[in-house]
């Protein structure tokens, strides 16, 4: 199976990282091309992957073929290669934030098997969380090796289109959220006295644990918070001074300013 990425920004390379680093697929099964010549050509310097000379040429010679410019480039690059996509053999696998399947039909071709995506960056260490959603005219075996590609690097779940704004602020977004409560955490440790390299990987840990706990366990997570929190204990001491500060209203109101923003887009 062949592998085109249409662009190659930070998100198509994270997910060229976590297929090569998860041994799903070969550096020289990837073809890839993009605006730039200089971005290209250090992506394929760096991974091993192979570079078309045209937008067509990755079109022309690949099974899945992973959309993955901007918003505003997707009409015209669309456009160029319509051509080249044979609906007996291409599923087109969009990463442009904000293209609907409609109007990715309209430009593509109503037969043409269409995958929307919406990943996060982990899938660059295959930890990543990506919603889809297909059109009709992908199903099947078509439609299981398009989301595997996702499920080899991280977790997929299917939601309506609509719903991708909230999934962009829960998953997109959110790394960013996390990483600020780990570095509030490790600079808490740092004020009682460990470096901020000691106290960065402690709470780092302590979240990813925490994170795979909650995927394991039955237990909600206020369940799982109920364990941790001893009768009158230091947990439940600062739980509440935590919640006095706000702590769960300022994540539903950064949740809310995410998806207004990507609503407006």
Same mark, same amino acid.
């Given at each position: 199976?062949?592998?085109?990425?249409?662009?190659?920004?930070?998100?198509?390379?994270?997910?060229?990282?976590?297929?090569?680093?998860?041994?799903?697929?070969?550096?020289?099964?990837?073809?890839?091309?993009?605006?730039?010549?200089?971005?290209?050509?250090?992506?394929?310097?760096?991974?091993?992957?192979?570079?078309?000379?045209?937008?067509?040429?990755?079109?022309?010679?690949?099974?899945?073929?992973?959309?993955?410019?901007?918003?505003?480039?997707?009409?015209?690059?669309?456009?160029?290669?319509?051509?080249?996509?044979?609906?007996?053999?291409?599923?087109?696998?969009?990463?442009?934030?904000?293209?609907?399947?409609?109007?990715?039909?309209?430009?593509?071709?109503?037969?043409?098997?269409? !995958?929307?995506?919406?990943?996060? @960056?982990?899938?660059? /260490? &295959?930890?990543?969380? +990506?919603?889809?959603?297909?059109?009709? %005219?992908?199903?099947?075996?078509? !439609?299981?090796?398009?989301?595997? @590609?996702?499920?080899? /690097? &991280?977790?997929?779940? +299917?939601?309506?289109?609509?719903?991708? %704004?909230?999934?962009?602020?829960?998953?997109?977004?959110?790394?960013?959220?996390?990483?600020?409560?780990?570095?509030?955490?490790?600079?808490?440790?740092?004020?009682?006295?460990?470096?901020?390299?000691?106290?960065?990987?402690?709470?780092?840990?302590?979240?990813?644990?925490?994170?795979?706990?909650?995927?394991?366990?039955?237990?909600?997570?206020?369940?799982?918070?109920?364990?941790?929190?001893?009768?009158?204990?230091?947990?439940?001491?600062?739980?509440?001074?935590?919640?006095?500060?706000?702590?769960?209203?300022?994540?539903?109101?950064?949740?809310?300013?995410?998806?207004?923003?990507?609503?407006?887009?």
């Amino acid at each position: 199976m062949k592998i085109g990425f249409i662009g190659v920004g930070g998100m198509a390379q994270a997910i060229i990282k976590g297929l090569i680093s998860q041994a799903q697929v070969k550096p020289a099964d990837i073809l890839i091309h993009s605006a730039h010549a200089s971005t290209y050509e250090k992506v394929a310097a760096a991974t091993g992957v192979q570079v078309a000379t045209s937008n067509a040429e990755v079109a022309a010679n690949s099974d899945q073929l992973a959309l993955a410019v901007t918003p505003n480039a997707a009409v015209p690059v669309l456009k160029e290669i319509r051509d080249q996509l044979d609906p007996k053999r291409t599923t087109l696998i969009s990463i442009v934030a904000g293209l609907s399947l409609e109007r990715l039909e309209e430009l593509a071709g109503y037969d043409l098997p269409i !995958l929307r995506t919406l990943p996060n @960056l982990n899938v660059a /260490i &295959g930890a990543g969380m +990506t919603a889809v959603h297909a059109n009709e %005219a992908l199903t099947g075996d078509r !439609l299981d090796a398009a989301t595997g @590609l996702f499920n080899h /690097i &991280g977790s997929t779940v +299917t939601l309506p289109e609509d719903d991708f %704004a909230t999934f962009s602020a829960l998953a997109g977004s959110s790394p960013a959220y996390v990483y600020f409560f780990i570095d509030s955490l490790s600079r808490a440790g740092v004020k009682y006295g460990l470096t901020k390299a000691q106290a960065t990987k402690i709470a780092a840990q302590a979240v990813m644990g925490s994170a795979q706990m909650v995927l394991a366990s039955d237990e909600n997570p206020f369940g799982l918070i109920d364990q941790v929190s001893s009768p009158g204990g230091s947990t439940v001491a600062g739980l509440l001074a935590m919640e006095e500060a706000g702590f769960m209203t300022s994540v539903v109101k950064g949740i809310d300013a995410t998806i207004a923003r990507n609503n407006a887009e």
